[in-house]
Every structure is written in structure tokens, then in C-alpha cells.
């Protein structure tokens, strides 16, 4: 198994940026591909970004295609979600999964991630 934290959320004003890390313990980040959603108020959870095994691959939510960046640093354990420019459409709480799947596998649907991290808040103003 392996526990994930989200950290780096916070108030920016809207062309602002922050980035986001999602810290693993238990076992290795390595392990697991990796996923960023997120949830506004009264909305459902969607998919953000997502990284395979390996770092190769990675996938986006046409939404936020050149403006956040997914990475990777399975020395650390840490999978980051870097947002620039950011919206104040983009205003939810994030949330880091992990799947184990096979190497260069992109994850970008709920239901194949097996653990979550309990989220943090990005507000941006317009």
C-alpha cells in the first residue's frame, strides 16, 4: 500500500502560479502511476493530469494543456503538478492517486486508481 499528501495549495490571483506536490510513504512512487483530479463546489471530480511509471508518459484535461505541468521525482516519492497561469475556473480541491499499472501506462479515469490523497485547496481570484 501507500499513503499519499498533497501539499502547496493556497489563494493566488488568476495568471498566478503553484505547484503542488504529492508526497508517497509506504511503498515506493516508483511502483505506481500517478494522477492528479480535481473537485469545485458543486461539480464532479474530473481528471487533471497524469504521469506512467517511468515519467515517459503523461496526459492532460484539454482544460489545462500548456499551462500545468506533471512530474515526477521517485527519488523523493514526490509527484508534482506544476500550474501557471492559473484560472479562476481552476479553483478546486486537488487531489494526488495512485494505480499500479505497468511501465509507460497513463491512468486518467477514477476507477483505475486503488489510493488517494485526501486533497488540497487551490483558490485563485479573478
Known amino acids: 500500500q501507500v499513503q499519499l499528501v498533497e501539499s502547496g495549495g493556497g489563494l493566488v490571483q488568476a495568471g498566478g502560479s503553484l505547484r503542488l506536490s504529492c508526497a508517497a510513504s509506504g511503498r515506493t512512487s516508483s511502483s505506481y502511476a500517478m494522477g492528479w483530479f480535481r473537485q469545485a463546489p458543486g461539480k464532479e471530480r474530473e481528471f487533471v493530469a497524469a504521469?506512467?511509471?517511468?515519467?515517459?508518459?503523461?496526459s492532460y484535461v484539454e482544460s489545462v494543456k500548456g499551462r500545468f505541468t506533471i512530474s515526477r521525482d521517485d527519488a523523493k516519492n514526490t509527484v508534482y503538478l506544476q500550474m501557471n497561469s492559473l484560472k479562476p475556473e481552476d479553483t478546486a480541491v486537488y487531489y494526488c492517486?495512485?494505480?499500479?499499472?505497468?511501465?509507460?501506462?497513463?491512468?486518467?479515469?477514477?476507477?483505475?486508481?486503488?489510493?488517494w490523497g485526501r486533497g488540497t485547496q487551490v483558490t485563485v481570484s479573478s
Open positions: 504521469i506512467a511509471r517511468g515519467g515517459t508518459n503523461k
Open positions: 492517486a495512485a494505480g499500479a499499472y505497468p511501465l509507460k501506462v497513463v491512468l486518467s479515469t477514477e476507477r483505475q486508481y486503488s489510493y
